[in-house]
C-alpha cells in the first residue's frame, strides 16, 4: 500500500472525523489518499484558523484534531496554533509535507527545520523517513497528544516518504484507564478538609473534562462547599448554583479574592500553571489540596501541602465517599462574599446608553443563548466582562482562552463548535481586533453552511492595551485604527450583515438570527469607558469594603 495511503487508514483507525487545513504541493500524495476516505477535509483560508480550529475539537471532544499544511510558510503559520493547543491543553496533531528528503533538486528552497520549530510548543514532533514507521509514529502521536496533560503533537511528512510502499500493518488503539489516587493520600485530604473551619473548593482547567461533571456535582451537593473557578474551570458546574461565589477573572482584589482571604484550606481541582493564579500563597495563610493527574510544579506561589494524583473524577468520587460534613464548617462569610458580587454584577445591565455598555451587552447575550449554547470569546478586555458576568450553565459552553491568551481564535474556534454541533447554538464574540486577524474564515463558514451568529465589538482600537494603557497612567497613543463596515464585509462572503444602533435592538436581532439558517454577522458598538473606573478602582474598593 502506498504510504500516504497507510497514514490516512492510520488517522481513520483513530476515529479522525475531519482534517483543518490548506493542502500543498508537498502534500499531493495525501490529499490523493483523503478522497478515498471517510475523513472531510476541511479547506480554512489560513492554516492559523485551521489549527484553531483542530485544537477546539480536541477541546470538545476530547479526541485528537487533526490540522495539515504544506511545508516552510505553510508549516510556520501553524506555530501560534501548536502553542494555542499546547498551553490550552487540547489535544491536537499538526501535519505538515516537505521537500524529498532522499534526492531533493530544489536545493534549500522553502526549507525551515519544522521539527525542531515545533519541538518547543508540542509534547512530540518527528520526521517520517521511512513508509514502514508511519503506524507507529501516528498511533504515538495521538496517544501523547490525549494522555494527561492533553497537548500538541507534529508529524512531518516528506513527498518523497509518501509515495513509498509498504506493508506494514495498522497498529489500533489500546485501551488505557488513567491511574487513580493511592488511598492513603485521599485520607489525608479527608482529615484535612474535615479539620478545616471554612473550606473553599477552587474548579482550575484541568477539570473541564467530561469525566469530571458528575463527581464535581456529586461533591458540592454533598458537602455544601462553596466553589469559584478560574476562567478555563467556567461551568464545570452550573454558575447558577447558590454555593458559585465567581470566576476569578481579574488576577486580585475581586470579591471572591476576598473570599479566597478568609480561607484556611482550597481544594485545588485542576490547578493548571498557564493560568493567571486566582490566589497565592502567602505566609501559609492556608492550606491547599491540590487535586490533579499529575504533581504541582512548585514555585514562589503555589507549594500544596498535600496531593491528591490520579484520575480527577476518580478522585473526588473518593472524597465524596469518604468525607463527612462538618457542623463546624462556617460558609457564612463565603455567601455574604457571593451576594455582594452577585448585588454587584446586576450594575449596569439595564444601561441604555450606545454605544452599549459591557455589563448590558454580557447581560443580554446570556438572556438569548439557551443553556446549551455556546460563545466563543476572541481575547480582548471583553474578555474579562463575560469571565466575570456571564454564568456558564453548562461545561464547555464557554470557550474562552486563558492560556495563551491569543487574538484571532474567536472565530474559527466558534466553527468547530457548530461543525461539531449543528443542532446548538454557538455565538462567536469577538473584539474588531480579533476578528480582522481570521476574518477570512467567514467564507469558510458560508462554504461549509454553517448556523453561527458572529458578533463584532467594535471600539476602533485595541482596546485591552488601552484598558492596561490608562491603568499604568500612560497617555493615550498608537492603538486606534480604522475598520471596514463590516456589514458589507460580512455581505461580500455570503454572510448576512447588521449593525444596530441602539442598544435595545441587540436581543430581538440575536433571536431573530437563531430563527434562521446560516452565517450571521452583527456589528455592536461598545463603549469602554469606564473599565479602567470599575475594573480597575471601583471593584477594588467595594471588595476591600467588607474584607
Known amino acids: 500500500m502506498k504510504a500516504s495511503d497507510i497514514f ?4 481513520e483507525a483513530e476515529g479522525v472525523e475531519y482534517i483543518f487545513g490548506i493542502p500543498g504541493e508537498e502534500n ?9 476516505s471517510s475523513i472531510k477535509l476541511i479547506l480554512t483560508r489560513h492554516e492559523q484558523a485551521a489549527g484553531f480550529m483542530a485544537a477546539t475539537y480536541g477541546r470538545l471532544t476530547g479526541k485528537t484534531g487533526v490540522s495539515m499544511a ?3 510558510p505553510g508549516a510556520t503559520n501553524l506555530v501560534t496554533a501548536a502553542a494555542y493547543a499546547q498551553l490550552g491543553a487540547m489535544p491536537m496533531i499538526m501535519i505538515t509535507g516537505q521537500k524529498p528528503i532522499k534526492s531533493s533538486k530544489q536545493g534549500r528552497f522553502q526549507i525551515v527545520d519544522v521539527v525542531d520549530m515545533m519541538r518547543p510548543l508540542t509534547k512530540y514532533t518527528h520526521q517520517i523517513q521511512g513508509a514502514d514507521s508511519i503506524p507507529a509514529h501516528v498511533r504515538e502521536s495521538f496517544r501523547v497528544a490525549e494522555d494527561e496533560r492533553p497537548g500538541a503533537t507534529h508529524l512531518e511528512l516528506p513527498e518523497d516518504i509518501a509515495s513509498e510502499h509498504s506493508d506494514m500493518p495498522i497498529i489500533q488503539k489500546s485501551s488505557v484507564r488513567r491511574p487513580i489516587a493511592e488511598n492513603k493520600a485521599i485520607e489525608a ?38 466553589f469559584f473557578s ?29 473570599a ?18 486566582p490566589f497565592f500563597m502567602e505566609n501559609d495563610r492556608f492550606k491547599v489540596i491540590h487535586v490533579n493527574y499529575v504533581t504541582a510544579p512548585i514555585d514562589p506561589v503555589y507549594y500544596p501541602q498535600q496531593g491528591v494524583i490520579g484520575d480527577i473524577a476518580n478522585s473526588i468520587w473518593q472524597l465524596s465517599e469518604q468525607i ?34 459591557p455589563q448590558r ?18 481575547n480582548g478586555v471583553y474578555k474579562i466582562w463575560f469571565a466575570r458576568n456571564y454564568k456558564a450553565y453548562q461545561p464547555n459552553t464557554v470557550l474562552l482562552d486563558n492560556a495563551l491568551a491569543t487574538m484571532g481564535a474567536g472565530l474559527p474556534s466558534a466553527m468547530a463548535a457548530s461543525l461539531i454541533y449543528p443542532a446548538k447554538k454557538v455565538v462567536a464574540i469577538c473584539g474588531d481586533g480579533g476578528f480582522m486577524m481570521n476574518s477570512q474564515e467567514l467564507e469558510t463558514a458560508v462554504r461549509l453552511k454553517l448556523n453561527l451568529l458572529v458578533i463584532i465589538l467594535r471600539d476602533n482600537a485595541y482596546g485591552m492595551i488601552k484598558w492596561k494603557q490608562a491603568n499604568m497612567g500612560f497617555t493615550n497613543f498608537g492603538l486606534d485604527y480604522g475598520n471596514p463596515d463590516f456589514v458589507k464585509y460580512a455581505q461580500s462572503y455570503g454572510a448576512n450583515g447588521y449593525r444596530i444602533a441602539a442598544s435595545d435592538e441587540l436581543v430581538p436581532l440575536m433571536e431573530t438570527c437563531f430563527l434562521m439558517p446560516g452565517v450571521h454577522v452583527i456589528e455592536v458598538a461598545v463603549d469602554y469607558a469606564d473599565n479602567d473606573r470599575i475594573l480597575n478602582k471601583e471593584i477594588k474598593t467595594l471588595s476591600q469594603s467588607f474584607s
Not at 8 to 11: E, G, M, P, S, W
Open 361 to 378: 451587552l454580557v447581560a443580554d447575550i446570556r438572556k438569548v443563548v439557551p443553556a446549551n449554547g455556546i460563545i466563543a470569546l476572541d
Open 8 to 11: 490516512v487508514k492510520a488517522l
Open 260 to 277: 479566597i482571604d478568609h480561607a484556611d484550606l482550597i481544594i485545588n481541582v485542576g490547578h493548571d500553571v498557564v493560568e493567571k493564579p
Open 324 to 357: 463527612k460534613p462538618q457542623n463546624k464548617w462556617d460558609f457564612s462569610f463565603f455567601l455574604t462574599v457571593r451576594q455582594k458580587l452577585e448585588d454587584h454584577l446586576q450594575e449596569g445591565i439595564d444601561d441604555p446608553r450606545f454605544p452599549m455598555y
Open 189 to 226: 485530604a479527608v482529615r484535612m478538609i474535615e479539620d478545616a473551619t471554612r473550606p473553599l473548593l477552587l474548579i482550575g482547567a484541568g477539570a473541564n473534562r467530561k469525566s469530571t461533571y458528575n463527581m464535581l456535582q456529586l461533591f458540592v451537593e454533598k458537602t455544601g462547599i462553596p
Open 28 to 36: 499531493l500524495d495525501l490529499l490523493d489518499s483523503l478522497k478515498h
Open 230 to 258: 478560574t476562567q478555563m474551570g467556567k461551568g464545570v458546574i452550573d454558575e447558577r448554583n447558590p454555593l458559585f461565589l465567581g470566576t476569578a477573572a481579574l488576577s486580585d482584589d475581586d470579591f471572591l479574592h476576598r
Open 70 to 72: 504544506t511545508l516552510g
